[in-house]
């Protein structure tokens, strides 16, 4: 069961819970932990985008979302993707694609986590959903693997046969390290004709272009 922590005071920091919010529902004290790159970089020949630098605080703030279940955290996210998202323009897409787990990953953690963070703002986007998009391999946890093998991990891990010819997709992610887990999705819109995809990742151990 998810548990979506609420606070007394609305406009307590959703992370401490002890100070008034500043900016994406978070005080100043804990977006002064956070380390803001506003980076872009490539994957291969792609297009990729990060908002904060994956530091000590971040990790804890996206473990406390996706393991301890503090769903109230989707709308930090949710802030931090949108209005990056926004400025840089990357929601002239067709399309949306939150980062898709298995179906026995959302289960074991009650919630799609990328999908619950992007449900706070398509509406206001004038994108949709690429739905039937799936992941429909059970794979290991990325962070646990060495550079090899996460490679190979992800191998046939994701599933979608529509054609997307002509059209573009934003690929939403919490987290970019080596980038196999984009590429690998990329493969799949690519044998799907797609025209353009760009990747947004809420962190990224990507500090530099």
């Known amino acids: 069961m998810v548990i979506d922590f609420l606070f007394l005071d609305k406009n ?28 872009k970089f490539s994957l291969e020949n792609y297009e990729a985008h990060a ?7 971040m990790k804890k703030l996206i473990g406390d979302y996706k393991f301890n279940r503090n769903t109230s955290l989707a709308k930090v996210f949710a802030s931090i993707i949108y209005d990056y998202a926004r400025v840089n323009n ?14 026995s990953t959302i289960n074991k953690r009650g919630f799609d986590h990328i999908k619950t963070i992007t449900d706070h703002f398509i509406k206001d986007t004038e994108c949709i959903y690429l739905n039937d998009f799936k992941k429909i391999k059970n794979t290991k946890a990325q962070h646990n693997l060495n550079k090899e093998d996460r ?3 992800l191998i046939d891990a994701f599933s979608y046969d529509k054609d997307l010819t002509g059209k573009s997709v934003l690929l939403i992610d919490d987290l970019v390290t080596t980038g196999n887990t ?6 799949v819109l690519e044998n799907c004709n797609i025209k353009e995809v760009k990747v947004l990742a809420i962190t990224s151990e990507h500090r530099v272009n």
Do not use: G, R, T
């Open 182 to 187: 984009a590429m690998e999705i990329i493969k």
């Open 90 to 103: 990357l929601f002239d897409c067709d399309y949306i694609l939150p980062s898709p787990s298995s179906k």
């Open 151 to 153: 490679a190979y991990n």
């Open 12 to 39: 307590m920091c959703y992370s401490c819970k002890q100070n008034k919010i500043v900016a994406h529902f978070l005080c100043k004290d804990c977006l002064k932990k956070l380390d803001y790159v506003a980076n």
């Open 51 to 57: 908002v904060y630098f994956y530091n000590e605080s």
